[in-house]
């Protein structure tokens, strides 16, 4: 089945320490995303990628690193500058830009 | 900001009864899409209406939109306890080549009981 993966569902940051969460897809979409939502709290957009080595920043993008460096992945790092990770991200993928995307199920973040 | 608002911010109905969510947004868009979200769990797409449409069916949901006002909504019908879930408008401002990005309202946290 074609889909979304993301991991590790759970995962916990110690200060200072960088954090990355894998996203995978097997759609053969082009554009990636990855957003953050907090508790009650719509998605916010942290980086996007249209296009496999090109990449863009969203509008919360502070503290974060992205990497394209195949169709298929798109990781995000969580840096140490990220004073506040605590949050739930998502992955998504979508044909092109503009189309409804797909959602893998998420990755809890907590710091320690 | 182009975000979209979402109300109600909670919806509580019984089994059986229709459920509507409405969206307004700010600018003007390519289309709007709509998803829906469980507890703990990725977002599922539902539905997407262009610009140009006014009115979009699915199954039970019916989506309307009018680019005037600058509102959407959502209508569930006979609603049935697994419609519980939180659900979001999503709007599209750009075309491929302008990123078409969406922008997601808060959500309606719908609660259905049996």
């Known amino acids: 089945d074609g889909g979304i993966t993301q991991s590790p569902k759970y995962l916990f940051r110690k200060e200072g320490q960088n954090v990355t969460l894998s996203c995978e897809q097997n759609l053969n979409h082009d554009a990636m995303y990855w957003y953050r939502q907090d508790p009650g709290q719509g998605l916010r957009l942290i980086y996007y990628s249209q296009i496999v080595n090109d990449f863009q920043k969203g509008d919360i993008a502070e503290g974060y690193s992205v990497s394209r460096e195949k169709k298929e992945s798109f990781p995000l790092t969580v840096t140490s500058a990220q004073k506040n990770p605590t949050a739930f991200y998502l992955c998504a993928s979508s044909i092109i830009s503009n189309q409804p995307q797909h959602f893998g199920d998420g990755t809890r973040l907590s710091i320690l | 900001s182009q975000q979209g608002e979402e109300d109600p911010q909670a919806l509580s109905i019984q089994e059986g009864e229709n459920a509507t969510m409405n969206c307004s947004y700010k600018?003007?868009?390519?289309?709007l899409q709509w998803y829906r979200q469980n507890s703990g769990r990725g977002l599922v797409h539902l539905i997407l209406?262009?610009?140009?449409?006014r009115e979009k069916h699915s199954g039970r949901l019916r989506v309307t939109l009018d680019t005037s006002k600058k509102s959407s909504s959502l209508l569930i019908t006979a609603s049935r306890a697994a419609d519980t879930a939180s659900y979001f408008c999503?709007?599209?401002?750009?075309?491929?080549?302008?990123?078409?990005?969406?922008?997601f309202g808060q959500g309606t946290e719908l609660s259905v009981k049996p």
């Open positions: 999503a709007t599209v401002w750009g075309g491929y080549n302008q990123g078409g990005k969406l922008i």
């Open positions: 600018t003007s868009i390519n289309n």
């Open positions: 209406i262009r610009s140009n449409e």
